[in-house]
């Protein structure tokens, strides 16, 4: 059984981490939720951990909240994270959505860094070089696979 009126939970829920340790989660508005309706986003990284509730929440011209930025996400190994938003009106019951999400398949690399081209004018060559980019994931070297553009002026 699911409390709450339908159409007023959140859609449209989606994360991302960046920037090695930063995360932004967004959701969109239930259609239906009164327009007093406040949400509320909790995430528990594993069962040992105590819910946490968002910080740094992100808001619409409204006040209403419609994501979270998230600051020092530290990832461990298979790190799968339950989120949870609730909502809260006056008016009526808010249904509440909830999600498993494993946070290694949601980072955006950085680019490479160091990245030198050194040209042979001669044999007409380059020689490109990077180091990998910056990452949150621990322990053992992922594959990473790099597309090069060459553009000719």
Known sequence: Y?????????TNFSCVIYNVS????????GRDAPGDTQYFLYWQKSREEEEKQCEFYIKDEN?????CHFQNVI???DTITYFIVNGSSKDSLIRFYDEYISLYKIEKFMPPL????????KQ?????????????????????QYEVNIKYK
């Not at 006040?63 to 994501?67: E, K, S, Y």
């Not at 160091?114 to 042979?120: G, I, L, R």
């Open 2 to 10: 699911v409390s709450g009126m339908p159409g007023t939970a959140i």
């Open 22 to 29: 930063l995360m932004n989660c967004t959701w969109c508005v």
């Open 63 to 67: 006040g209403r909240h419609i994501g």
């Open 75 to 77: 990832m461990s190994n």
């Open 114 to 121: 160091n990245v030198t081209a050194n040209c042979d004018g």
């Open 124 to 144: 007409k060559g380059c020689l490109i070089q990077w180091q990998q980019p910056k990452r949150s994931r621990v322990g053992k070297d992922y594959c990473f």
